[in-house]
C-alpha cells in the first residue's frame, strides 16, 4: 500500500468481479490509490494470479449472484469495507422469438436481483463515507431488434441506484454506465471481428480512441473519492451513444 497521501490510503475496496477486465483494473487504480483491495469472483485460479498481479488483501471465490454466499462473505468480515464494486455480469441480445428463458432470467439475475440482494448485504458493513458502485451501459438506451432485456434492464438500473442511494445514505450509491470497452472479454466475443470494430470506433467515435478499462477504472476510483456524488449515473463510453 502507498503512504498516507493517496486518496484511498487505509480504506478497503471490495471488488466483485476483480479477476479480469474492468474490476481487476479497478482494483489495480484503487490499490495505486491507497486501497487494501479484496477480490471476488467464481474463479479461484484467475483470481489467484490476479491477486499475485497487484498484491491484493484478500480474495473469495463464489457465485455473486448467489444471495447465500454474497450475504454470508459480508456477514463474516469483522470490520466494514469502505467501497464495494461490481463488474459481474453481460449482456444478451436476441429477438423475442430466440430467446432463450434461462439465459434471460441470468441476465437479470446478474443485473436487478443481484444489486439488490447486495444492497442488504452490505447494509452495517460499508463505512458511512463509502460507496457502492455498479456498472450498467449505454448501448441499450437506443431500441432495436434485439435490445429486449439490454433495454429494460438499461432503463431499470438509473432508477434502482437512484432510489438505493436514498434508502442507504449516507453511503453513496452510484452507477457507470460505458459503451464498448477493449476487454479481454470483448476480443473473446468478437474474435477476429475485433480490429475492424476498433477501427470503427476510432474513426467515428467523437474522442478518436477507443475506451480502454483504465477509462473506466479512473471514474470508479474518482467515485469512491467525491463524498459529493450519489444517486447518479456517469456514462464513459467516448460518445458512442451520440452517434
Known sequence: MTGGSAPLSGQTVVVLGGSGGIGLETARQASTSGADVLLVGR????L?????????????AFDATDPEALQGFFAERAEPVDHVMVTVGGNYYTRLADLDFAQARRLVDEHLW???HLARAVTGKIRPSGTLLFMGGTGGRRPGPGQLLSGALTAAMPALV???ALELA??????????FVDTDL?????????????AELRA?????????PGDVAALAVH???NTALTGATYDVDGGQQLT
Open 48 to 60: 489467484a494470479r490476479a491477486a499475485a498481479n497487484l498484491d491484493a488483501a484478500g480474495v473469495a
Open 204 to 212: 467515428h467515435l467523437p474522442i478518436r480512441r477507443v475506451v480502454g
Open 114 to 116: 443481484l444489486p439488490l
Open 162 to 164: 437512484a432510489n438505493l
Open 43 to 46: 474463479d479461484q485460479d484467475r
Open 170 to 179: 449516507p453511503v453513496r450509491v452510484n452507477l457507470i454506465a460505458a459503451g
Open 223 to 225: 467515485l469512491m473519492t
Open 186 to 198: 470483448s476480443a473473446r466475443l468478437l474474435g477476429d471481428d475485433l480490429d475492424v470494430r476498433r
